[in-house]
Nanobody
Framework: QVQLVESGGGLVQPGGSLRLSCAVSGTVVGINFMGWYRQAPGKERELVGTAISGGSTNYADPVKGRFTIFRDNAKNTVYLQMNSLEPGDTAVYYC???????????????WGQGTQVTVSS
């Protein structure tokens, strides 16, 4: 059984930093797309950024220059380094990945359980 296990959320002051992690739990044979989304209260889920195995990344404009996504492929883990946090970054952050569980199977989309990030004085 494959799961995405998130950690690293919490309460931080404006201007502070947090590092989120998302680890793939279970046996898999391939991970392609990995990324992060977030959802604030009363808002739709929105893209934060994505990364592929080749190292290419992209970011939504509100976080560009402040957030960084990087992957440790050997550990099947993706990280979201969040710097210069702002109150507008407050949201539940969700990890997302496309995973091949076994040879010959197609990639399927998985979501983490979500981790709360609160930026407040």
């Amino acid at each position: 059984q494959v799961q995405l296990v998130e950690s690293g959320g919490g309460l931080v002051q404006p201007g502070g930093s947090l590092r989120l992690s998302c680890a793939v739990s279970g046996t898999v044979v391939g991970i392609n797309f990995m990324g992060w989304y977030r959802q604030a209260p009363g808002k739709e889920r929105e893209l934060v950024g994505t990364a592929i195995s080749g190292g290419s990344t992209n970011y939504a404009d509100p976080v560009k220059g402040r957030f960084t996504i990087f992957r440790d492929n050997a550990k099947n883990t993706v990280y979201l380094q969040m710097n210069s946090l702002e109150p507008g970054d407050t949201a539940v952050y969700y990890c997302n990945a496309e995973i091949m569980k076994w040879y010959g199977e197609s990639y399927r989309n998985y979501w983490g359980q979500g981790t709360q990030v609160t930026v407040s004085s």
